[in-house]
């Protein structure tokens, strides 16, 4: 009787095992597969805040770079390039670097970049400023095509007061020969330059 009993006790323990094989207890792995979802973007997120800093940190040191190479005038880095090139060449070339052609914003800054050129491209050179007039005469836009506010325009000789160039002389430069003054000239001539950067 006690192998009958033990008998049957293993038949109903195979059944329950067969029957567990067959319909194995589903657990729910939707919130480990959740969580690890949530895992794997928080690091994807780190890792995205990781190089943008990277990519701040690059920048700023192109910035301390050109600063230390050049000049700082209040909120900007300004570089020379004694090469004389054509306007637009000399502009291709800022936008290269990341910066564009000085544009002075105030008479403090003008004068600061004025006496800047003179130590280093020479006393009286004159340099591309990022201002144009060639999509309308007479209205000096910067690259970004605003209005300028601040024009230091050479207007001492009354013959002839600048820009006086009508359709033929569409792009500005600082003149140190005139004080850092400004000239209309042609945009095909070849004069050194000055590129700025902002530091954000």
């Not at 800022?94 to 008479?107: E, H, K, R, Y």
Request: with cysteine; proline share 4%.
């Amino acid at each position: 009787m006690e192998l009958r009993g033990v008998c049957v006790l293993l038949g109903v323990l195979l059944l329950i095992s067969c029957s567990v094989q067959q319909n194995p207890v589903k657990r729910k792995p939707v919130k480990k597969e959740a969580t690890k979802d949530a895992a794997i973007e928080d690091l994807q997120k780190q890792i995205n805040d990781i190089v943008q800093e990277l990519n701040l940190l690059k920048e700023q040191q192109a910035l301390q770079t050109v600063c230390l190479k050049g000049i700082k005038i209040h909120s900007k880095c300004f570089m020379a390039d004694p090469l004389k090139k054509r306007y637009h060449t000399a502009s291709e070339d800022c936008n290269s670097m990341g910066g564009v052609l000085a544009v002075p914003t105030s008479s403090n800054e003008n004068d600061q970049l004025r006496d800047y050129i003179r130590q280093i491209i020479g006393p009286d050179e004159q340099i591309w400023l990022g201002i144009n007039d060639m999509m309308t005469e007479s209205t000096w836009v910067d690259w970004t095509g605003s209005s300028v506010a601040y024009k230091n325009w050479d207007t001492s000789n009354y013959r002839s007061p600048q820009p006086d160039g009508g359709m033929s002389q569409n792009c500005a430069v600082l003149s140190g020969a005139a004080r850092g003054k400004w000239l209309d000239e042609n945009c095909r001539e070849e004069k050194a330059s000055v590129c700025q950067f902002n530091i954000v």
